[in-house]
């Protein structure tokens, strides 16, 4: 298994479509977040969760619904989204604590909405 | 807020050449990590080096290393003997040193390697 696995890889959805990104890590980390690659803009964090908790969310739209149910799992529901949420949507894992480790990233999730 | 900031679009070096991609920050911090992500076609983020604001030397990973200046707040990254698999986009990135790692990136760099 690799670290950090975010399935599925490639997403096309309509405006009207409600679906979910998962995330899962194996690393035994207490932190999770989302991050959206877009193709003109830096990287821009969406949320944090910290020991399960919700810690940040960087002025996200309610399209947007992040779950993170444990601390290996983290979802990002979405609904009503619009074509300029089309983006790599990348999740991460570190370890907060004493000891910080860097962030662990997945592979991504290529969403098109059409 | 902070600000992370890379001038060079893209990049080109011949293999086995040197070459030195450019980064400055913005911060009110004094405790800080700095990053060099390396997101090759397969899309997943991989750390390359890291430096510890508080450390005044230089980090290295064999053929990685960087040329950080704390006070012109700058921070490159150098890699020598380039090769094929050196080909990727380059990011850099800032985060405060306490708690999550809530990372601020530049805009990325297009390292092309010319064989």
């Known amino acids: 298994e690799t670290g950090v696995t975010q399935t599925p890889r490639h997403l096309v959805m309509g405006m009207t479509n409600k679906k979910s990104l998962k995330c899962e890590q194996h690393?035994?980390?207490?932190?999770m977040y989302w991050y959206k690659q877009s193709a003109k803009k830096p990287l821009e964090l969406m949320f944090v969760?910290?020991?399960?908790?919700?810690?940040e969310n960087n002025s996200v739209p309610s399209r947007f619904s992040p779950e993170c149910p444990n601390s290996s799992h983290l979802f990002l529901h979405l609904h009503t989204l619009q074509p300029e949420d089309s983006a790599l949507y990348l999740c991460?894992?570190?370890?907060?604590?004493?000891?910080?480790?860097?962030?662990?990233f997945g592979q991504g999730t290529r969403l098109t909405v059409v | 807020a902070q600000t992370v900031t890379q001038s060079q679009p893209e990049m080109s070096v011949q293999e086995a050449e040197t070459v030195t991609l450019s980064c400055t920050y913005d911060?009110?911090?004094?405790?800080?990590?700095l990053f060099w992500y390396k997101q090759p076609p397969s899309r997943q983020m991989i750390l390359v080096i890291r430096?510890?604001?508080?450390?005044?030397q230089n980090a290295t990973e064999n053929r990685f290393s960087v040329n950080f200046q704390k006070a012109a707040k700058s921070f490159s990254l150098k890699i020598s003997d380039s090769q094929l698999g050196d080909a990727a986009m380059y990011f850099c990135?800032?985060?405060?040193?306490?708690?999550?790692?809530?990372?601020?990136f530049g805009q990325g760099t297009r390292l092309t390697i010319n064989p």
């Open positions: 991460a894992s570190s370890q907060v604590g004493v000891m910080n480790t860097e962030a662990f």
């Open positions: 969760y910290n020991f399960k908790e919700q810690t």
């Open positions: 911060t009110s911090e004094s405790d800080y990590y």
């Open positions: 990135a800032y985060t405060v040193i306490q708690g999550a790692q809530k990372l601020v």
């Open positions: 690393l035994g980390h207490n932190a």
């Open positions: 430096q510890e604001a508080y450390k005044q």
